[in-house]
């Protein structure tokens, strides 16, 4: 199974994108899904959690813009930024983790970039 995420562009400080990832075939027994972000030069983090049951967690810097969401019925998660800054430009990838081999997918990554 493989997690393909899209919804990444360019775009201007204070506009909105939504991002959407979504796994090639079923990922049973899920215990949480998130999104990471990787900017130039700069170590992987999370920017946003929730697990299976809805408890979510934001990192300081993108709480109140930046909401994450799921979709349990075909275990798709989504990112909705808002109000978007040029710090938040990054490389952004979902991450699903399950109980059951192999544990942990990861996404492509898909492109943000935000002008100033």
């Known amino acids: 199974v493989q997690l393909q995420a899209s919804g990444g562009g360019l775009v201007r400080a204070g506009g909105s994108l939504r991002l959407s990832c979504a796994p090639s075939?079923?990922?049973?027994?899920?215990?949480?899904m998130a999104w990471y972000r990787q900017a130039p030069g700069q170590q992987r983090e999370m920017v946003a959690h929730?697990?299976?049951?809805?408890?979510?967690y934001y990192v300081d810097a993108v709480k109140g813009r930046f909401t994450i969401s799921k979709d349990n019925a075909n275990n798709t998660v989504y990112l909705q930024m808002n109000s978007l800054k040029p710090e938040d430009t990054a490389d952004y990838y979902c991450?699903?983790?399950?109980?059951?081999?192999?544990?942990?997918?990861w996404g492509q990554g898909t492109q943000v970039t935000v002008s100033s």
């Open positions: 929730t697990t299976i049951t809805g408890t979510s």
């Open positions: 075939g079923t990922i049973f027994s899920i215990s949480s």
């Open positions: 991450n699903i983790q399950s109980r059951l081999s192999p544990y942990v997918y």
